[in-house]
């Protein structure tokens, strides 16, 4: 899967279906890299390195990266 995504680049959590206690709407993180399916994994500035699934997850690139 290609993403529209690269490494380095700084998305904001815009939505997860999964139950995360410590991953909020907002949080911002680093995207550390993308797995061949299109995983993204993200290090979050106040949270754990976490994989966001698409169509499970839903990051957006943060508006003044």
Same mark, same amino acid.
């Given at each position: 899967?290609?993403?529209?995504?690269?490494?380095?680049?700084?998305?904001? @959590?815009?939505?997860?279906?999964? +139950?995360? +206690?410590? @991953?909020?709407?907002?949080?911002?993180?680093?995207?550390?890299?993308?797995? !061949?399916?299109?995983?993204? =994994?993200?290090? =979050?500035?106040?949270? !754990? @390195?976490? !994989?966001?699934?698409?169509?499970?997850?839903?990051?957006? @690139?943060?508006?003044? +990266?």
């Amino acid at each position: 899967a290609v993403s529209p995504y690269r490494r380095g680049d700084v998305v904001e @959590l815009v939505e997860s279906s999964r +139950a995360r +206690a410590t @991953l909020r709407p907002g949080m911002r993180g680093t995207v550390q890299r993308i797995d !061949p399916n299109g995983v993204l =994994w993200v290090n =979050w500035t106040n949270g !754990p @390195l976490t !994989p966001m699934i698409p169509c499970i997850d839903v990051v957006a @690139l943060a508006s003044d +990266a």
